[in-house]
């Protein structure tokens, strides 16, 4: 159960380095490849506002990646189950705010990954 909680986390941190790549780094395309419902036109002065939200998903893909290297059992969970809580607290409030699929994309599989850590390490 603890393997299937580190590959999970894992994933929830992929998806999250992928979206700070393409919001700090490839905005114009990626971005609007992603957000279609955003008018073309808004993709280039958006582009700072991108950049900065792409930097905090790049501090929830840290915070994961670091709770792989802390060797305290109890210490790492606290670690990881923290930032997969705020990825969800993310995803929540971006499904409520910008588009409803963002809770499936982004909110399901971190309280998929809080669950079976949960599981794994408290039940």
């Not at 393409?22 to 073309?40: H, L």
């Not at 929830?60 to 990881?80: E, K, M, P, R």
């Not at 971190?110 to 079976?116: D, K, R």
Request: net charge positive; aromatic share 18%.
């Amino acid at each position: 159960m603890e393997i299937i909680a580190k590959i999970l986390i894992a994933f929830v941190a992929l998806e999250h380095l992928y979206i700070a790549y393409f919001e700090m780094f490839a905005w114009e395309t990626i971005g609007k490849k992603t957000f279609k419902s955003i008018p073309g036109d808004l993709f280039r002065p958006t582009k700072a506002l991108a950049a900065n939200q792409g930097l905090y998903n790049g501090f929830l893909v840290a915070g994961l990646v670091w709770s792989f290297f802390i060797s305290d059992v109890s210490w790492s969970f606290n670690v990881a189950a923290f930032f997969l809580g705020c990825v969800i607290v993310a995803g929540i409030y971006g499904a409520i705010t910008a588009d409803r699929k963002i809770f499936f994309t982004q909110a399901a599989p971190a309280i998929l990954a809080l669950t079976v850590l949960l599981f794994a390490y408290k039940f």
